[in-house]
């Protein structure tokens, strides 16, 4: 029996005094079971290319990239490659690679744009992007961050989108290093309005370089499977208000001896999707210098902000609203550690009756280092 990603988490949601702000946020007695998978299978979208072969090498970046087939942090956990009886897997030494004549069609306007919104969050002249997130303070190298990502549908309008991700970054303002990692709905990209693992990363503050899952050269798949894809749809059994709670986790992880950034869900069984080479990277080559935990959406400037999260607000509780857990990051020594509260600061640019990030610390054994976040949109401009 195939084990899956995550667990359901039953609550009672009879609870908890929403005033006291001193009690937890997340500390409803919970049951954990495990469910079915989580991702869909994605066969039709997806074409079985050599593992060496694959298009991401184009870049002339990656000319004398020699791939890297699992991360040296899990040499004992990656699995004798025999998933033979599994239909949505690519034959032996072959990886899925999203067929980007098939379906995706660059949206000029919105595209553009979307390249350009990670370096603009703390600058005032970015109206339509929004972001509520925990980040780190320390002035320290990181190696990785983890954490587990609840997961909504949430119905959004072509042109927005509404992402939950962590981030790593490094290096100054225009040649600012990124990678975001996580789930997120974005229609100009999928042509559609489902919730879907997505990574996203630049190197240059945006101006010419910023790039989705596969639509451009970069990110090296290694996971055989189709549903260990960025982009794969997710499949979510539970809504807003339900005694379960659904989530997925992710791990961003540098390898310590190749420097190249890993992607992988977890926490059981951990699932390997790809890494993004370090030779990609000025400043993040050699470590992160912030993490961010959290929600970013955008909407074009006529348009209201889409939901994040839930698309409810913190102070509807864990019972309604989105939540991020198990907060952890990885220390300049590799170690993996939870978040300290006091080495932790809230970002929000936007009012909180748009979205709101409530961070009380940790929330217990299961739960960690949590908070909840997330909010309708709407008018979010402050
Ligand atoms: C967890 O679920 C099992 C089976 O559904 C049930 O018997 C048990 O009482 C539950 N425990 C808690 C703490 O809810
Ligand atoms: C992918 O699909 C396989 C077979 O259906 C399943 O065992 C596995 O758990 C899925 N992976 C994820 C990440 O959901
Ligand atoms: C597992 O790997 C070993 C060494 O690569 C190989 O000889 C063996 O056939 C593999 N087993 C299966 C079930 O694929
Ligand atoms: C990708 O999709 C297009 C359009 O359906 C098709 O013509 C092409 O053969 C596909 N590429 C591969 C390698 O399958
Ligand atoms: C996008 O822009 C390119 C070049 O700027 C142009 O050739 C293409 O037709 C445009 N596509 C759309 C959908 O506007
Ligand atoms: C791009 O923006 C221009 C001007 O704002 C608009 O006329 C054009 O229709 C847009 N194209 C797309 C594909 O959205
Ligand atoms: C961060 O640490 C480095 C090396 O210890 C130091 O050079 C730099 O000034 C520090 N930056 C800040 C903002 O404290
Ligand atoms: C979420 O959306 C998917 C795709 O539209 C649907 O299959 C699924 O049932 C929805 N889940 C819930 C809990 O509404």
Known sequence: M???????????????????????LLDEQYNSTVSDSIVHQVDNDFECVDIHKQPTLQHP????????????????????RSYSKIVNECPTGKVPIYNRTRRHQIVNNSSSNLQIEDFQYYSQSSPGYHTVTLDTTQNVTFHGAYAFIGVYN????????????????????????????????????????????????????QKNNGCYNYDCSGFVQVNQMKNCTLGAPIRIKTGIGSTKKEFMGFRIQQDRSTGNWWLSLVPKPVFIIGYWPKELFTHLSTGASLIRFGGQ????????????????????????????????????????????PKDMKRYSDTDSNCYDLWYHGDEGPFWRQAFLYGGPGGKCNI
């Open 297 to 340: 959406t955008y909407a074009p400037p006529n348009m209201d902000s889409p939901p994040m999260g839930s698309g409810r607000l913190p102070k509807e509780k864990f019972k309604n609203s989105g939540f991020m857990g198990s907060l952890q990051i990885i220390d300049s020594d590799y170690n993996q550690n939870d978040v300290k």
């Open 61 to 80: 970046l990656l000319k004398n990239h020699k791939i890297q087939l699992y991360p040296t942090f899990a040499k004992n956990i990656v699995r004798n």
């Open 154 to 205: 949430l119905s959004l309008q072509q042109n927005q989108y509404s992402a939950s991700s962590i981030w790593v970054e490094s290096g100054p303002q225009t040649q600012r290093n990124s990678i975001r990692v996580g789930v997120e709905v974005h229609p100009s990209l999928y042509e559609d309005s489902r919730l879907r693992i997505t990574g996203y990363w630049t190197v240059d503050g």
């Open 2 to 24: 195939a084990l899956f990603l995550f667990l359901v988490i039953i609550l009672f949601v009879a609870c908890c005094n929403i005033g006291a702000s001193s009690k937890t």
